[in-house]
């Protein structure tokens, strides 16, 4: 049996070192792992005997440090890293300054300059790089010479100790010394310490960015986590008693006041009250909750007092599990990702090579000054930083704009899938429907008025269990409060009886009423008869109704190329009720679990990618089986384990922001690694022809990380689906082209 085990790993400092880890791991029998340097995290699926343990040992033994994390761990990457590198960033720009201003500006050279310089820049490239040279140190111990600290390290260590033999042995020390900056790597007796201590700089300034950049890339996640109550009020014995919200166990009785939030996921016990779920799902309109029905841990109570009985707690929340999604799902690694990290792997190597190539053609063809100087510049251009967070900063910044938007992305193979579907299948109740029964039309008898119909209806109901009940006696209580009921019997298969205001009512299944009757679309409704006193009251329809927002949502997917079919185990008429509704043309009606399944294998098939959207135990099937399983947030836990992405907020508008924001995410992906070559490819030859300054090199190189975390971070700034457009407008082109 396969487990999971994650790691903290502690260490890594470019795409490269990830990659050694990775490989290390799964050379290992019954190991099957991944390994993401952005989240610093590793995710292995274990068999047999392998504990965490034995996967922490081969970590270590590459260089790294690890330790299992529990189920309370949940959180982004650690930020003091972040804060050394910024203390080393501050001495370093500091002391950097004035050298570069030397070199670069011969009016500033005085007798003796160079000997300051050197003054200066020695902290710099010890203090400020040690994290680069320890790297390096790190990995060359352990048999690995093929990380990008190793390109840094080598690159200012040679500009360094270069500059230190010019100094002492050559004749760039004698006073009155002048050095004229040049953009090229040519270059007389001179010394390079502006570059040793410049790119030293420039690069603890794209690391910090980096590492500031993984931080705000798990804010949504820390939002999430924050959202839940540090302390909650428990009756205890009739008595209130405050205590902290980890002690809550399943069972506990707890009070939520106007204004409170929800302790933890649970079924209220007594009292009625709207529910603000905006914090958790994004829907703004409150949800009417009274006894009997479940409630969520974080949403807001904007009303009357509640008492809620604990269902779940800790880990086993909806918070907590949405929590755990998306660092599952930040944690993972695209295709994409696989691929440059097996470039990162192999491009050091390289690019050490073409540097020594450079230098000895340098040194035939020119003086062993240039040689030297377009070698280190090949070194210091090369560092696939921007490559190695190409992929890992947009998925974090993806994913937990997803979270906030109420799309849990299980995956980062979701991401991909959601990019390439060209279908999807929608199940009807409670993903098209609102799943549960409401009032439709009621049709009172010649002479009666319709409201007295409900509210006799609704009174009986009301001591009622049944789902239509339930309905008649939720409408009925809109208008205004009920009378009570005495002598309330319910026959299974018949209905339900009681008096009312000393009238014997009865309500029961009854046939549709004659055309012309009833309103128009209640042809599919189920209809109950109600009777006073043996006389016919009137009629009323009931109905699932399709949410206010499926037909805008679904015109939503077909702009964005999608095309809707309806699968459902309801009669063919109420399924082309429903899809005439909401626009779909392709209906696949009464079929059981494994008809759905099979349409999802016919539809796949046909050569089409799809993506399914259910939420009941009966959807599981067709979830695991398409290319793309969305599960609605309100569905079962096992439609939701089934499924690829969670759509917390329970609407179909969900979906869309889903497909669109994988779109989005896959574009950034894709832009990132065409700068990331880009970048590499123009720049290589540059360096080895001698055209770049070690320093210009350096710069360069940290501006191309720069530009792949802000590049990455545009995400942040993605918005719902501007459903309900029409067709044709720039909204609607906008949402075509995302």
Same mark, same amino acid.
């Given at each position: 049996?396969? =487990? ?53 040992? #081969? ?9 299992? +994390?529990?189920?309370?761990? &949940? ?12 203390? +080393?960033? /501050?001495?370093?720009?500091? *002391? @950097?300054?004035? $050298? ?36 390096? !140190?790190?990995? !060359? ?10 390109? #840094? ?15 002492? *042995? ?56 924050? %959202? ?19 002690? *809550? ?6 009070? /939520? =006041? ?25 829907? @703004? ?53 696989? %691929? ?5 792997? &192999? ?78 299948? %929608?199940?009807?109740?409670?993903? #098209? ?36 009940? +339930?309905?008649?006696? +939720? ?31 009865? #309500? ?94 016919? *539809? ?8 399914? &959207? ?44 889903? $497909? ?44 191309? @990380? ?33």
């Amino acid at each position: 049996m396969e =487990r999971q085990i994650e790691l903290d790993v502690g260490g890594m400092t470019c795409a490269a070192c990830a990659n050694r880890i990775e490989k290390k791991l799964n050379r290992m029998d019954g190991v099957s792992a991944t390994v993401n340097f952005a989240t610093e995290k590793a995710r292995a699926s274990v068999a047999g005997s392998v504990s965490a343990g034995d996967l922490i040992a #081969v970590v270590e033994k590459t260089g790294y440090t690890a330790s299992e +994390r529990t189920a309370s761990d &949940v959180g982004g990457p650690a930020t003091g890293a972040a804060d050394s590198l910024r203390n +080393r960033l /501050v001495v370093s720009a500091v *002391l @950097s300054v004035p $050298v570069i201003l030397f070199a670069m500006v011969p009016a500033f050279q005085f007798d003796y300059w160079q000997w300051v310089s050197l003054a200066l820049a020695t902290p710099v490239v010890v203090y400020g790089g040690w994290p680069f040279h320890r790297s390096a !140190l790190v990995n !060359l111990r352990h048999g690995a010479s093929t990380t990008m600290d190793t390109l #840094v390290s080598l690159g200012t260590l040679a500009a360094f100790g270069w500059s230190l033999w010019a100094l002492f *042995l050559g004749d760039a020390g004698m006073p009155g010394m002048r050095h004229p900056f040049s953009f090229t790597a040519a270059g007389g007796d001179a010394i390079y310490l502006e570059a040793a201590a410049g790119v030293t700089t420039f690069l603890l300034a794209g690391r910090l960015l980096e590492a500031r950049a993984k931080h705000r890339a798990g804010n949504a996640l820390r939002a999430l986590l924050e %959202l839940g109550v540090k302390d909650v009020t428990v009756l205890r014995d009739g008595h209130e008693v405050v205590l902290p919200a980890d002690q *809550l166990a399943v069972g506990d009785q707890f009070v /939520v =006041r106007p204004g409170e939030k929800v302790a933890t996921d649970g079924e209220v016990v007594d009292g009625t009250s709207a529910l603000d779920l905006s914090l958790l799902t994004g829907e @703004s309109v409150p949800v009417e909750v009274g006894p009997g029905d479940p409630v969520t841990g974080a949403t807001v109570n904007a009303g009357g007092r509640l008492v809620v009985r604990a269902s779940r707690v800790g880990a086993d929340t909806q918070l907590a599990q949405m929590a755990k999604l998306v660092e599952q799902a930040q944690s993972g690694k695209a295709a994409v990702q696989r %691929l440059a990290d097996r470039i990162a792997g &192999v491009f050091v190597p390289v690019v050490i090579g073409l540097a020594l190539a450079t230098l000895a053609v340098w040194l035939v063809t020119g003086t062993a000054t240039e040689a030297f100087t377009a070698a280190v510049a090949v070194l210091i251009i090369a560092c696939p930083c921007a490559l190695g967070l190409a992929t890992p900063t947009a998925l974090l910044v993806g994913t937990g704009r997803g979270a906030q938007l109420g799309v849990l992305i299980r995956g980062v193979e979701a991401l991909e899938s959601a990019r390439r579907v060209d279908t999807v299948v %929608l199940d009807k109740t409670g993903t #098209v429907t609102t799943g549960r029964m409401s009032v439709v039309d009621v049709v009172p008898a010649p002479g009666r008025p319709a409201s007295e119909v409900l509210r006799m209806a609704g009174a009986v109901e009301a001591a009622s269990e049944h789902p239509l009940g +339930r309905a008649i006696a +939720r409408a009925a209580a809109d208008d205004g409060p009920l009378p009570g009921v005495r002598d309330f019997r319910a026959t299974a298969g018949v209905g339900v009886r009681g008096r009312v205001d000393g009238v014997l009512v009865e #309500v029961g299944r009854a046939a549709a009423p004659e055309a012309g009757e009833a309103r128009a679309g209640t042809g599919s409704a189920t209809w109950v008869e109600v009777r006073a006193d043996g006389d016919p009251l009137g009629r009323i329809a009931l109905a699932d109704r399709v949410r206010p927002d499926s037909a805008a949502a679904i015109a939503a997917l077909r702009r964005l190329g999608l095309t809707p079919v309806l699968v459902t185990g309801d009669a063919p008429a109420v399924a082309a009720a429903v899809a005439a509704q909401v626009g779909v043309d392709d209906v696949v009606a009464g079929v059981l679990p494994a008809g759905k399944l099979d349409a999802i294998k016919r *539809l796949q098939g046909q050569g089409r990618v799809v993506a399914m &959207v259910g939420d009941g135990v009966n959807d599981a099937a067709a979830l695991a089986q398409a290319d793309l399983g969305l599960a609605m947030g309100a569905g079962t836990d096992v439609a939701i384990e089934a499924s690829d992405l969670t759509l917390v907020r329970g609407d179909l508008t969900g979906a869309v922001d889903a $497909v669109r924001l994988s779109r989005r995410t896959l574009g950034i992906i894709h832009g990132n690694l065409f700068w990331a070559f880009a970048y590499n490819v123009a720049a290589l030859p540059l360096a080895a022809a001698g055209l770049l300054n070690p320093m210009i090199a350096g710069a360069a190189m940290a501006f191309s @990380s720069v530009f792949v975390v802000l590049n990455s971070l545009r995400l942040r700034g993605f918005r719902p689906a501007p459903v309900g457009v029409p067709a044709g407008s720039a909204e609607d082109a906008t949402v075509r082209d995302l």
